[in-house]
Each structure stands twice: as C-alpha cells, then as structure tokens.
C-alpha cells in the first residue's frame, strides 16, 4: 500500500459532503421503529427490553457515525487484525463462556453479554474482501486462495457449531461464500459444491442434534407437536394472519399481548410488528430494508476501491440474507434457526455487529474516490 494512499485525508466538509444521509435517515428510522415495537413487546411500559434497546440504539448509533468517519483505507488495514481478534473472542467463548438454555455463546462484559459469533459474520466478509483485494480475479480461482478463503470461513463455522449454534454457523458461511461469488470464483466449484452438499445432506442430518432435527419436522409440519416444538410457528402465522391489511393498531395484537407469542422480542419481532400494523405495515418495513440495501449496494457501486466494492456488496447480501431468513422462519418457510432482524430484533450483540457494518459502508461511501492498492 502506497504512502500516498495514506497521506491523502479529505477534509471535514468534504467528508460531510460526501457523506450518505440517505442510508443514515433509513437506518434511524429503523432503529425509532424498532424501539417503538420493543415497547409495545413489553405492553406499553418501559421495562426491561424497551430500556436496553433504548440504551443500546443510543450508544451504538452514534458510534457508528464516529466510525464512519474513519478513512477506508484503516479498515482495510485492520481487516486481518479484527478477523483474528474475534476468532479469538469464539475460542474464549468455547472454554469460558457464559452458558444459558444449554448454549454457550456470550462473553459476561458486565455491561453487556457479547456474543462473537454476530461480530464475525461481519469479520468473515471484511477478512475476505482484504484477502481477495490483494490477489485480485486473477489469482482469486488458484487451489491456494480456495483453500485459504474456506479456511477463513470454515474455522469460525466450527467453533460456532460447536456453541451450538448451527443458524449462526450457516449464515456466517453464506455471508463468506457470497464474497468468493463477488470475487469472481467460477461458477462450476458452487455447482460442484452443492451437489456433493445435497449428496452428503443425510450424513449431515444424522450428526444434528435431538432438538435441530426436531426444528426440521417442525417445519416439515408443525401440527405434529402443536402444544409443543410447533407452538412458537403455529402462533407466528396466526398473529401475522390476523393482523389483516392494516393490522390492529399499536399496542394492540391480541397473540403478543395475552402471551400466546413467546419470544416476540428477538427473533420474532417481525410477527408482533406485522399483527400491530398489517400487510400495509409490514410491506413498508420490507420498503425500508430495501432502501437501506440499496443504498449499500451503491456505496460499493460508486468505489474505486475493490476492497470497498467487495465489502458493500457482502454486506449487502448479508442484510438481505438475515431479513429473508428472519422473516422467512417466522412465515413458517424455513426452520427456526435463531435469525435476528437487524437493528429490529432485542439483542446487543447483534445491534452492534450491524452498526459497524453500516459504519464501513458509510466510510465507503465517504472515501468512494480513493483507490486502496
């Protein structure tokens, strides 16, 4: 990396010119929103999960714009530095880690239970856009970038596994997988890989754990268990059913307030927020994460950087992936896999993880005309 690379700082107000208010209204928006719904997850009071989310969105949301701040060119810099710093936070969580509901994922921060793995679905894509900024397409099909680039996204999967959080490991994969994509891996390794996938996909399933294969039959079809493993899907669909075109009205779904919804301020925020405000509601939510990915898109679009580009792109996806995947676990289409809605869901970690996303995709944008080499 040259030194005139570092030397060449843009000014405040060019920074501020350059800067994406767009992206940064949308996520605001999504973040006042996501504390209102947190509100009504607690019936109207500000207790516990309203007051944490608040605390958290007013910490982290101004971190991010501070982050944003910094020169792209330092992230790149530091890319393998963070990568390695959370590969050793989830080797920490596998010898002492904060065990709960037979888990063990967080790290006791005191002020904050953290948990690495959500951090490293964004050090897995940052990590890989450094690696394959440095090789470039050219050498981005050798036999030793594919291994060093599955190296990176298989080491983490494990330990994540091993938590055992298989959803995490999954997404954490995909969201590495789709910069080999971007990075212009040949297209015949993702068939080959898929097929030997679906060949070997018995094997796999015969090392799932009880309650993972319970999540599957569940899917396949919930009334078999309605009072048990299908309660949580069968009451999602009947309270996003329920919520009509305009839905019921603030603080007034029936399933959240009278306790037939559990867990309705993580992973399943979606469902209380679509019983309240309807198909209406919940297709102008869906408008927002659009924008927001759009906007993303286009930081990585406008870059000269290829670090950038790779990056936005998948950081991108990964936005898009966590909001299908949430939305589509709780519509019943896919098994309950403990996907949070970004900055939506209750969840510090996750909200964190998402905020210096966003601040990098904002530096991007801010430094869209320097070219890291």
Same mark, same amino acid.
């Given at each position: 990396?040259? *030194?005139?690379?570092?030397?060449?700082?843009?000014?405040?107000?060019?920074?501020?010119?350059?800067?994406?208010?767009?992206?940064? %209204?949308?996520?605001? $928006? *999504?973040?006042?929103?996501?504390?209102?719904?947190?509100?009504?997850?607690?019936?109207?009071?500000?207790?516990?999960?309203?007051?944490?989310?608040?605390?958290?969105?007013?910490?982290?949301?101004?971190?991010?714009?501070?982050?944003?701040? !910094?020169?792209?060119?330092?992230?790149?810099?530091?890319?393998?530095?963070?990568?390695?710093? !959370?590969?050793?936070?989830?080797?920490?969580?596998?010898?002492?880690?904060?065990?709960?509901?037979?888990? #063990?994922?967080?790290?006791?921060?005191?002020?904050?239970? *953290?948990?690495?793995?959500?951090?490293?679905?964004?050090?897995?894509?940052?990590?890989? +856009?450094? %690696?394959?900024?440095?090789? #470039?397409?050219?050498?981005?099909?050798?036999?030793?970038?594919?291994?060093?680039?599955?190296?990176?996204?298989?080491?983490?999967?494990?330990?994540?596994?091993?938590? &055992?959080?298989?959803?995490?490991?999954?997404?954490?994969?995909?969201?590495?997988?789709?910069?080999?994509?971007? @990075?212009?891996? =040949?297209?015949?390794?993702?068939?080959?890989? %898929?097929?030997?996938? !679906?060949?070997?996909?018995?094997?796999?399933?015969?090392?799932?754990?009880?309650?993972?294969?319970? =999540? $599957?039959?569940?899917?396949?079809?919930?009334? =078999?268990?309605?009072?048990?493993?299908?309660?949580?899907?069968?009451?999602?669909?009947?309270?996003?059913?329920?919520?009509?075109?305009?839905?019921?009205?603030?603080?007034?779904?029936?399933?959240?307030?009278?306790?037939?919804?559990?867990?309705?301020?993580?992973?399943? !925020? %979606?469902?209380?927020? /679509?019983?309240?405000?309807?198909?209406?509601?919940? $297709?102008?939510?869906?408008?927002?994460? @659009?924008?927001?990915?759009?906007? $993303?898109? #286009?930081?990585?679009?406008?870059?000269?950087?290829?670090?950038?580009?790779?990056?936005?792109?998948?950081?991108?996806?990964?936005?898009?992936?966590?909001?299908?995947?949430?939305?589509?676990?709780?519509?019943?289409? *896919?098994?309950?896999?403990?996907?949070?809605? &970004?900055?939506?869901?209750?969840?510090? /970690?996750?909200?964190? +993880?998402?905020?210096?996303?966003?601040?990098?995709?904002?530096?991007?944008?801010?430094?869209? #005309?320097?070219?890291?080499?």
């Amino acid at each position: 990396m040259s *030194l005139n690379n570092f030397s060449h700082e843009l000014t405040l107000f060019q920074k501020i010119k350059n800067y994406d208010f767009i992206l940064l %209204f949308c996520i605001l $928006i *999504l973040g006042i929103t996501s504390i209102f719904t947190m509100y009504s997850t607690d019936g109207g009071e500000v207790l516990f999960h309203t007051k944490s989310h608040f605390i958290k969105f007013s910490i982290f949301f101004p971190m991010m714009i501070v982050l944003s701040f !910094i020169n792209i060119k330092y992230w790149h810099a530091g890319s393998y530095l963070f990568y390695v710093l !959370i590969l050793g936070l989830l080797v920490w969580v596998a010898l002492y880690g904060v065990t709960a509901s037979g888990s #063990r994922r967080w790290i006791n921060l005191y002020f904050l239970n *953290l948990q690495p793995s959500e951090l490293m679905k964004i050090a897995v894509i940052l990590c890989l +856009a450094k %690696f394959f900024h440095r090789i #470039r397409t050219t050498s981005a099909n050798s036999f030793t970038s594919i291994l060093v680039s599955l190296t990176i996204i298989i080491i983490p999967s494990i330990l994540v596994i091993t938590q &055992p959080d298989l959803g995490t490991a999954i997404l954490i994969s995909f969201s590495g997988l789709i910069i080999l994509w971007f @990075s212009g891996l =040949r297209i015949k390794y993702f068939i080959y890989s %898929f097929l030997i996938f !679906i060949t070997s996909l018995p094997f796999i399933i015969s090392f799932l754990k009880p309650y993972q294969k319970l =999540r $599957i039959l569940t899917f396949i079809n919930p009334e =078999r268990d309605p009072l048990g493993s299908g309660y949580q899907i069968i009451q999602s669909k009947i309270a996003v059913g329920s919520g009509g075109i305009t839905g019921k009205g603030f603080l007034k779904g029936t399933q959240s307030y009278l306790d037939f919804l559990p867990e309705k301020h993580t992973d399943f !925020i %979606f469902t209380l927020f /679509s019983e309240e405000f309807g198909f209406v509601g919940s $297709i102008l939510l869906l408008l927002l994460y @659009s924008i927001i990915i759009y906007r $993303i898109i #286009r930081a990585g679009l406008i870059s000269r950087s290829f670090f950038s580009r790779l990056f936005c792109f998948g950081f991108s996806f990964a936005i898009f992936l966590y909001v299908a995947t949430n939305i589509s676990m709780v519509l019943g289409l *896919l098994p309950t896999v403990g996907s949070p809605l &970004p900055i939506m869901s209750y969840g510090g /970690s996750s909200l964190l +993880a998402t905020m210096i996303g966003f601040s990098i995709v904002l530096s991007a944008s801010i430094n869209h #005309r320097q070219n890291i080499s």
